[in-house]
């Protein structure tokens, strides 16, 4: 501030605000104390948001001996958090400046000052270290690391990171979690936003504001009491929801969970949603772990850190012991409508003698399909990487002619199928040798023919513009002479919404006429009509 902006720096002229006399060096016109009472947090008292103004680093250097504040850079409800150098050390740091309103308990300075010590004996690469605390006029701060880098929030805006990477972070957080429980801290808002990606590409753990100390004999304290039922909505477990006192390190746990799965897939687990491995490729290993921490009953969730962490640490030493072959494929699934129902309306003999023979005409199809891999067998259907669209879509016409054309002897088999094509992982473990394909492909080709009816062969758009190039007539089926010739239909069904994706997808059929159904499929729990074909 200029020295034109200076009453006389003296305390002969009083404060603009209170009347009190101004200390030597004080901003125009303002007490130290006024000034901290500008810095009022929204959601923690019952003034407007609007009102919310911290002091600018200027002001705030005038404030603390020992150090210049460079800049704020991050506000919030739980205070405003500030670059500064702390001028003995010359090295940088960060100041956060607690509201006012967190004060107002009488027995909170106690309480702040003996969790501060607490905090600040936490000595661990994965959590961001606190220097020094205090309090100037009643606003209580902390003096901490400075960590030069982005919150993992940003990182996500971004995209998320390559899986090996998102594993390696998340290992280096659950570490930091172990460490933090062991010493009786409960964090209680672990999301994205709280957690920096150093220059270094370490994870490291920060705002402890919400967190829970467990002091001997099993007391706990909440360094913000007036907060601490809250958190961050999609990130708090349901125990904490509920705004239960019982809440313990298990919430942290479940919040991990829901980071974990926004950092491998890029989406909030929220609703129905898909294992991680049908979104990004990883292994099914990691879809158990996470599927673990997000339980929503507290004992059914690790039961500590440490053991996430052990389950974790072995889930990242087996994917980099994994061959992976990343590529773009064209990739068809089949699968039986209501094979429960068949295998009780059949019985048990004559169900299995029905899955033989469907498994038996799919295999005789993809034996004249040329480059056609079974990357997967579930049993009741198979998911199969074929080299070109127009292969997978006669191979899907062929599979579909006999399976209705063969004589069963009782209630048919109905197939239905699904043709997509995208990026596919297939991860080959290590232990097992066993390959597994991963990735959104993979789980876009499933729901296509999930949405089918029995009998009908869907695919999406590019499949579609590829393979009606060259096929203009139903294939050749072998010993089924009627096949020959029949005449192609394509109709378009429109645009279909997947759970668990953001863009509608264009539905198409192909499908001779007597033999397929050719009409639009109907809506169902997992897809429904956004846009009606024209």
């Not at 993809?366 to 199969?384: C, E, M, N, P, Y």
Request: aromatic share 6%; glycine share 10%; hydrophobic share 40%.
């Amino acid at each position: 501030m200029s020295e034109e902006g200076r009453e006389g720096g003296g305390a002969a002229h009083a404060c603009e605000k209170c009347g009190r006399p101004l200390p030597g060096g004080a901003l125009s016109g303002v007490c130290p104390t006024c000034l901290l009472k500008r810095t009022k947090v929204p959601g923690l008292s019952a003034s407007d948001p609007s009102e919310f103004e911290p002091l600018t680093a200027g002001e705030l250097s005038e404030l603390m001996d020992g150090y210049e504040v460079i800049a704020l850079i991050n506000r919030g409800g739980m205070g405003a958090v500030y670059k500064a150098t702390q001028l003995a050390l010359d090295r940088p740091v960060a100041i956060k400046m607690l509201p006012l309103e967190v004060a107002a308990d009488p027995e909170f300075e106690d309480r702040f000052s003996r969790e501060a010590k607490t905090m600040a004996r936490l000595d661990h690469a994965g959590i961001v270290r606190i220097h020094e605390f205090g309090d100037i006029e009643g606003q209580f701060y902390f003096v901490m690391e400075f960590v030069d880098g982005r919150d993992l929030a940003q990182v996500l805006q971004e995209g998320s990171p390559p899986p090996d990477e998102a594993l390696e972070l998340l290992l280096q957080i659950a570490d930091a979690l172990a460490y933090a429980h062991g010493q009786g801290i409960v964090h209680r808002d672990i999301k994205p936003g709280n957690v920096m990606l150093g220059a270094d590409g370490r994870a490291k753990i920060t705002d402890f504001g919400l967190a829970k100390i467990t002091g001997a004999g099993g007391a706990a304290y909440d360094i913000t009491q007036t907060r601490a039922s809250l958190g961050t909505p999609h990130y708090m477990a349901p125990e904490q929801h509920r705004g239960s006192a019982k809440a313990d390190a298990r919430a942290d746990i479940y919040s991990f969970g829901v980071l974990a799965y926004e950092l491998l897939t890029g989406k909030l687990p929220i609703g129905n949603f898909a294992p991680p491995s049908e979104l990004a490729p990883v292994g099914l290993d990691v879809d158990r772990l996470v599927l673990r921490a997000l339980r929503s009953e507290p004992g059914e969730r690790f039961q500590s850190a440490a053991e996430l962490r052990d389950e974790l640490g072995a889930a990242v030493r087996n994917a980099g012991r994994a061959a992976r072959e990343k590529l773009t494929a064209v990739l068809l699934f089949t699968d039986l409508v209501d094979s429960v129902g068949l295998n009780a309306r059949l019985g048990t003999e004559a169900y299995v003698r029905a899955i033989d023979r469907h498994d038996a005409i799919i295999k005789t199809v993809l034996d004249s399909t040329a480059d056609a891999k079974v990357l997967q067998h579930t049993g009741d259907g198979f998911l199969i990487r074929v080299a070109l669209a127009s292969e997978a879509v006669s191979a899907a016409l062929r599979i579909q002619y006999r399976m209705t054309h063969a004589d069963w002897g009782g209630e048919a088999p109905r197939v239905r199928i699904g043709l997509h094509l995208g990026e596919v992982v297939e991860i080959t473990e290590h232990n097992t040798g066993v390959t597994k394909p991963v990735g959104l492909a993979t789980n876009i080709a499933s729901r296509i023919a999930a949405l089918a009816t029995g009998g009908q062969v869907l695919m999406s758009r590019v499949i579609f513009d590829e393979a009606r190039q060259y096929l203009k007539q139903h294939p050749e089926v072998d010993g089924e002479p009627a096949a020959r010739g029949l005449p192609l239909s394509w109709p378009a069904h429109g645009r279909y919404l997947f759970q668990g994706t953001d863009e509608p997808v264009e539905i198409f059929e192909v499908g001779a006429t007597g033999v397929a159904p050719l009409a639009p499929p109907p809506d169902t729990e997992k897809a429904k009509r956004a846009v009606a074909a024209i």
